[in-house]
């Protein structure tokens, strides 16, 4: 198993664009979650997926922000309508159900809104 | 809601010498998960420990250990023999057993000074 694979790891993108970033989880994990993380800050979290449904997704994440995991394999991220305020890391994780196992995290994806 | 602080913005350690990590957080459940996560500057954030709240045996991995005080609601970590190799941010997390996301603090960045 190669981990948790997240594509691209840095996208430079103009206000108002919209992007798209790519999550490949652990094959036997279940479960998979998108957090966001700015500089000397924790991840803070956005959405989780378990197979393919979206169980819960943050009441800060506005509309703009949407996450699909179609055959609960890998899952995409879109942001649309960029704003500087999303320049961040994004980071991809995943684990099994179980609640005492720890996340798996990918490498994450650098976004910077210009 | 759940909250999980480290009062520690940034630490220090002697190679070879031993340092902790304090957290604490704020839960009204009885059952709950803690974890540990170490982020190595740009990489990507690996699982370090992890605790059971029902457990009253603290959890050691090789150089790793926690002192978990429930009823103070205290995770801190310890790091024995320190290693060059150890620096980085390191992230607290708790997670309920009904959730499937994780809590995380905003991190200590440990330095290690040889």
């Known amino acids: 198993d190669t981990g948790v694979s997240q594509d691209p790891r840095h996208k430079i993108t103009k206000r108002g664009q919209n992007v798209t970033f790519r999550c490949d989880p652990i094959s036997e994990h279940n479960r998979l979650y998108w957090y966001r993380q700015t500089l000397g800050q924790g991840p803070e979290f956005l959405t989780y997926f378990q197979n393919e449904a979206q169980l819960e997704k943050s009441r800060l994440l506005s509309d703009r922000f949407s996450a699909e995991r179609p055959k609960g394999s890998f899952s995409t991220l879109e942001i649309q309508r960029t704003e500087q305020g999303d320049s961040a890391m994004y980071l991809c994780a995943s684990s099994l159900i179980e609640p005492n196992y720890g996340y798996t995290f990918g490498s994450g994806t650098r976004l910077t809104v210009v | 809601a759940q909250t999980v602080t480290q009062s520690q913005p940034e630490m220090s350690v002697q190679e070879a010498e031993t340092v902790t990590l304090s957290c604490t957080y704020d839960?009204?459940?009885?059952?709950?998960?803690l974890f540990w996560y170490k982020q190595p500057p740009s990489r990507q954030m690996i699982l370090v420990i992890r605790?059971?709240?029902?457990?009253?045996q603290n959890a050691t991995e090789n150089r790793f250990s926690v002192n978990f005080q429930k009823a103070a609601k205290s995770f801190s970590l310890k790091i024995s023999d320190s290693q060059l190799g150890d620096a980085a941010m390191y992230f607290c997390?708790?997670?309920?057993?009904?959730?499937?996301?994780?809590?995380f603090g905003d991190g200590t960045t440990l330095t290690v000074k040889p």
């Open positions: 839960t009204s459940e009885s059952d709950y998960y």
């Open positions: 997390a708790y997670r309920s057993p009904n959730a499937g996301k994780s809590t």
């Open positions: 605790q059971e709240a029902y457990k009253q």
